[in-house]
């Protein structure tokens, strides 16, 4: 297959671009319908349906690769279907079932087969599927009816620092999500609600929010679109907390860093072991896993630095290779993560 020769692969940044289809299916009458193709970016949408409302929204994102042997690999698409299920449930949707999801991921990535960047040029396609309420009610209450659609766009790093250190920012007057709140689940109203702290810290010179856990703001949750690690004298640290996303990717480098020999521990994390820590990141599908030179507490008036400003640290660059090598064919997918779609 030609790949779209009118894109700069090397230079996209993290954004939309038309592709030539999304895929769409509907929930009415209790069961879900058929798969649809369609060409079109658009959604007729009542004006009482519950997502415009009530924030009857869920999402997902993942990524495919082409690798150097011309495979496209859709990387733990069985995690996400498991999330979006376990988002569903949580704000009383429709849950799409696990063959429909990964049928219509698998139709969408073939279908938009020339969007997907050649080897080497370090973008990849996001594949975002979502979900919304579409019942018209004014009432508080489920929706019947569900549009569950995907769309892909290629797209590259998140941060436009790529793989190099970067700054994130404590803000301790806002939170993200509540202590037994959405955190956990893909909604798109923790979005929402991250806009104001991370449009600060963008103007501030930061890349993303870190928030404090809501409750005692003591400990670490996470950052506005991905999850924390850190190395702590050779072990890999991560909260354990109720109100963060469970990242495919933070279980993924989880399992890499034990496969690595590397120790991990996944428990609530105090701010203030930060200064016992030689390494930084944030990770998720978008971020892959961004290094963090410095992070600033800022009502607080304390900053925590970790190695150096232009370069990230050993275990996080071992973890980043492996992590991308796995996801692009170049190392053994031992733990049988990929799908390659024919
Ligand atoms: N945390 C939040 C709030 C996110 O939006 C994301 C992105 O999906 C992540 C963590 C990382 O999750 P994953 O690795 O599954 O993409
Ligand atoms: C992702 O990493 O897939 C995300 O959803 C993060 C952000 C773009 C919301």
């Keep these: 297959m030609e790949t779209n020769t009118n894109i700069d692969w090397?230079?996209?940044?993290?954004?939309?671009m038309k592709t030539d289809y999304n895929v769409r299916c509907t929930y009415k009458d209790g069961k879900w319908?058929?798969?649809e193709v369609s060409e079109s970016e658009h959604l007729n949408i009542h004006i009482a349906a519950t997502c415009l409302h009530y924030g009857q929204e869920i999402f997902e994102g993942m990524k495919a690769f082409r690798g150097k042997d011309g495979k496209i690999r859709i990387f733990r698409m069985d995690e996400n279907a498991k999330r979006i299920q376990r988002s569903a449930n949580g704000i009383m949707m429709a849950p799409i079932p696990e063959d429909l999801f990964s049928e219509m991921?698998?139709?969408v990535v073939k279908l938009n087969e020339r969007?997907?960047?050649p080897y080497g040029s370090g973008a990849s396609l996001y594949i975002r599927p979502l979900e919304i309420g579409m019942t018209a009610q004014v009432g508080v209450k489920p929706a019947t009816e569900y549009t569950f659609l995907i769309f892909v766009t290629p797209v590259g790093p998140y941060f436009k620092e790529g793989f190099k250190p970067t700054k994130v920012a404590i803000y301790r007057e806002y939170d993200r999500a509540a202590p037994c709140g959405t955190g956990r689940w893909k909604v798109g109203g923790n979005y929402a609600a991250s806009l104001s702290a991370g449009e600060r810290a963008k103007s501030e010179g930061y890349s993303a929010v870190l928030y404090l856990d809501p409750k005692e703001k003591k400990y670490i949750d996470e950052c506005g679109p991905?999850?924390?690690f850190a190395i702590k004298d050779g072990v890999y640290i991560t909260p354990k907390s109720g109100s963060i996303l469970p990242s495919v990717t933070n279980m993924s480098l989880q399992q890499i860093a034990k496969d690595l020999g590397i120790e991990v521990e996944c428990r609530?994390?105090?701010i203030t072991e930060l200064t016992e820590c030689q390494e930084a990141a944030e990770c998720g599908t978008a971020a892959v896993a961004t290094p963090i030179s410095r992070i600033d507490d800022v009502e607080?008036?304390?900053s925590y630095t970790f190695g150096s400003d232009d370069e990230a640290g050993p275990v996080t660059t071992q973890l980043y290779n492996r992590l991308r090598a796995i996801q692009l064919g170049d190392?053994?997918?031992t733990h049988n993560w990929v799908t390659i779609v024919e």
């Design 10 to 16: 090397a230079n996209l940044s993290f954004g939309y």
């Design 33 to 35: 319908g058929e798969i």
């Design 105 to 107: 991921v698998k139709k």
């Design 115 to 117: 969007f997907i960047p």
């Design 226 to 228: 991905a999850n924390f």
């Design 268 to 270: 609530p994390i105090e």
């Design 300 to 302: 607080a008036g304390k």
């Design 331 to 333: 190392e053994p997918d």
